[in-house]
């Protein structure tokens, strides 16, 4: 299995900063890689897919960058709405796999 | 738009089976571009994807579970579900179901049910 992993695990930010979410693959996944957010008893929701593409309705305050083992989430100008748990995901190959998540918080 | 919903116990005693329906609607199960995903998430383990199905019947599940789960899909009620056999309190999650779209390659989880808790405890 290809594994993933985010750092930090936790991030604390003021509204208004620039935030950045590093994931990293164990071994190429090429640009298939997406990024969620999800907050507290909601399921989660595609932000980008294919390393940078954005969904459809997702403020362009978040960007998404990256290719082979190294991808980054960033946020332009974090929002109230924004602080909520992240979380990367790669499907290059079987089994799709997800990194252990980095919450944003309020400092 | 296209919405999906799990039902099913919330309940399970170890070593019994564990079975969830998706309920999609809005749209159709038997989209040629779609697949019908379960995923779960733990405190501990956080989010695992379980396998999926496509509306032709194919199935891929993730070989951790492959022993033990189990897809179908009913396409005139167009819903799919999970089977999970011999349940153990490692198997306590939030089960979401989840489409993934497919055009070449896949794309992300792009649409989310709301998740169901299931416990397994006797």
């Known amino acids: 299995d290809i594994h993933m992993t985010q750092s930090p695990s936790t991030l604390a930010a003021s509204v208004g900063d620039r935030v950045s979410i590093t994931c990293r693959a164990s071994?190429?996944?090429?640009?298939?890689l997406a990024w969620y957010q999800q907050k507290p008893g909601r399921a989660p929701k595609l932000l980008i897919d294919?390393?940078?593409s954005l969904q459809s309705g997702v403020p362009s305050r978040f960007s998404g960058s990256g290719s082979e083992t190294e991808f980054t989430l960033t946020i332009s100008s974090l929002q109230p709405d924004d602080f909520a748990t992240y979380y990367c995901?790669?499907?290059?190959?079987?089994?799709?796999?997800f990194g252990q998540g980095t919450k944003v918080e309020i400092k | 738009q296209v919405q999906l919903q799990e039902s099913g116990p919330g309940l399970v005693k170890p070593s019994e089976t564990l079975s969830l329906t998706c309920t999609v609607s809005?749209?159709?199960?038997?989209?040629?571009?779609?697949?019908w995903n379960w995923i779960r998430q733990t405190p501990g383990k956080g989010l695992e994807w379980i396998g999926y199905?496509?509306?032709?019947?194919?199935?891929n599940y993730n070989f951790s579970l492959r022993s033990r789960v189990r897809m179908s899909m009913d396409r005139s009620q167009n819903r799919f579900s999970l089977r999970l056999s011999s349940v153990t309190t490692a198997d306590t999650a939030v089960y979401f179901c989840?489409?993934?779209?497919?055009?070449?390659?896949?794309?992300?989880?792009?649409?989310w049910g709301q998740g169901i808790m299931v416990t397994v405890s006797s």
């Open positions: 071994q190429s996944i090429s640009s298939w």
């Open positions: 294919k390393a940078s």
């Open positions: 995901q790669h499907y290059n190959s079987y089994p799709w796999t």
């Open positions: 199905i496509f509306y032709i019947g194919d199935t």
């Open positions: 809005g749209g159709s199960i038997s989209s040629g571009t779609s697949y």
């Open positions: 989840a489409r993934q779209q497919k055009s070449g390659w896949f794309d992300g989880f792009d649409l």
